[in-house]
């Protein structure tokens, strides 16, 4: 690259912890951020700006405006134009760093679409809000020897760890069974404050920098647990347990096993169900509007379509999977999609 073009990253190449060495590594790596809402706006903003080469953005929701006091890339313009958080942030993206190649992915994280997500970068970035997901994330990265970092906040605190398959305590090892639905707080019951988000996402980003750019020895490697509103920041060795890790000691990948995930999600956050189809469909979103049009109020865009009818909203993006918003009862969703959209 000409000496102009790493202008831009000056004074990160004046820290001897990266230095011009560490910017090259840097400009030809790939990240995959799993989730883009609270922490996965703040994790791109800080991968992108510091010039990674190539950055894979996933998320399957859109943006609404309880987003905005915490999800830094979006605005209320976003909302008005009905984006999916994928294609808002890259777009905001490439307005900020327009060398970074950046590949939005309007979809949600499965176990039929993992590993195409996770095995051709060299790290995945955890903005994920629920431990399904994160288990399945953790299968994919043992099973393609990808490093990855967690990260989670609720109310005023969080904590962070970095993953390296075999070389760490994995997800599994450290959280030997998935806690059950409804026995961890969630950020719909207890709330998030912003700048806890900012804290555990940059501290993520460093780690994630320092993996990328193979600085080993300056790895935490220990789980880092920060309150923001109390000023603390405590650092805990993580154990492996006593059993051995049916993940990376006996290569049982059960969550990558399961066939195609839930087919009916209740949403973290808010009043709503999401609704998996199994396969591909390309679904024609005009045609659908077509459809609706004398039934409700439709909208749509190249994304996604909205239609509203009696008091619920349902969001279809074009491979069929769709957001039922105005309910949690799983067997009202499953009704409204299959007298509307019926896939
Ligand atoms: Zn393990």
New binding site residues.
């Given amino acids: 690259m000409a000496m102009h073009e790493l202008d831009r990253y000056s004074r990160q190449i004046l820290l001897p912890e990266i230095g011009a060495a560490g910017q090259e590594r840097l400009l030809s790596s790939s990240v995959a951020i799993i989730g883009c809402g609270a922490l996965g706006t703040v994790i791109a903003s800080g991968l992108v700006r510091a010039g990674v080469g190539r950055v894979r953005i996933i998320d399957r929701d859109y943006i609404e405006l309880d987003n905005l006091q915490r999800q830094i890339l979006f605005d209320e313009e976003d909302i008005a134009k009905g984006l999916p958080k994928a294609i808002a942030a890259v777009e905001k993206l490439k307005k900020v760093n327009s060398q970074v190649e950046l590949e939005p992915i309007v979809a949600d994280v499965n176990p039929g679409n993992v590993e195409r997500m996770i095995s051709d970068v060299d790290l995945v970035m955890d903005g994920t809000d629920n431990f399904e997901t994160r288990f399945l994330v953790n299968d994919a990265c043992?099973k393609h020897d990808v490093p990855w970092v967690y990260g989670a906040v609720i109310a005023t605190y969080g904590m962070t760890v970095a993953i390296i398959p075999h070389h760490t305590?994995?997800f599994?090892?450290f959280l030997a069974e998935m806690p059950v639905p409804g026995s961890t707080p969630t950020c719909d019951t207890v709330g998030v404050l912003s700048p806890a988000v900012n804290i555990i996402a940059s501290l993520e980003v460093t780690e994630g920098l320092k993996i990328l750019m193979r600085k080993d020895e300056g790895l935490c490697g220990q789980l880092l647990y920060v309150d923001a509103w109390a000023g603390t920041m405590k650092r805990m060795e993580l154990g492996?347990g006593n059993d051995a890790?049916p993940?990376?000691?006996l290569g049982q990948f059960e969550f990558l096993e399961a066939r195609e995930g839930s087919y009916l999600t209740s949403l973290c956050g808010r009043e709503a169900v999401q609704i998996n189809v199994r396969g591909e469909a390309r679904l024609s979103l005009p045609g659908l509007a077509g459809r609706l049009d004398s039934v409700g109020q439709v909208t749509f865009n190249d994304y996604m379509l909205r239609f509203r009818v009696d008091s619920y909203e349902l969001t279809v993006f074009p491979d069929g999977r769709t957001i039922v918003k105005g309910t949690t009862d799983k067997a009202v969703a499953r009704t409204l999609y299959a007298r509307y959209i019926g896939l």
């Fill in positions: 043992v305590p994995c599994r090892c492996k890790c993940v990376c000691d």
